[in-house]
């Protein structure tokens, strides 16, 4: 049984599959703090200070206390009954900067991999076969007489 489950680990797509989760969240990681140590103080800089993590709506007030509330999360411990809209705006910028990210991640790796490949001489054209080449002669030497 240890013998078919070392096989079923070591087949390739698994190798590859537990690379490219570790990979992956390592990834998300460092987006992570791409996002919240540079993109997001560039947005509120440039949208005036505004912190899109804690914009929300109250739907409903929570029965320990009743709005306004300050932060999503005084609301949130009110219990009142809140819709994030600036939580989801957050994760729709950091998915078009993962996938930005990416996009240059595979286009640099495609250059890359058409680098390595040798540029190959476009083959000669065959040589004509002989008795087309005396043909041909012929036809010239018949040409030429006859002008």
Sequence with gaps: MFKEFRDFINKGNMLDLAIGVVVGAAFTTLTG?????????LVG?????????????VLKDGPKAPAPYETMKAATDAGANVLAYGSFISAIVNFLVVMLVMFFVVKAYNRMKEFGK?????????AKPEDVALLEEIRDLLRNKAS
Excluded: L, Y
């Design 33 to 41: 703090a791409f996002m919240s140590s540079v993109v997001n103080p």
């Design 45 to 57: 800089m440039i949208s005036g200070g505004a912190d899109f993590s804690n914009k929300f709506i």
């Design 118 to 126: 040798k540029e190959e001489a476009p083959a000669e054209a065959p």
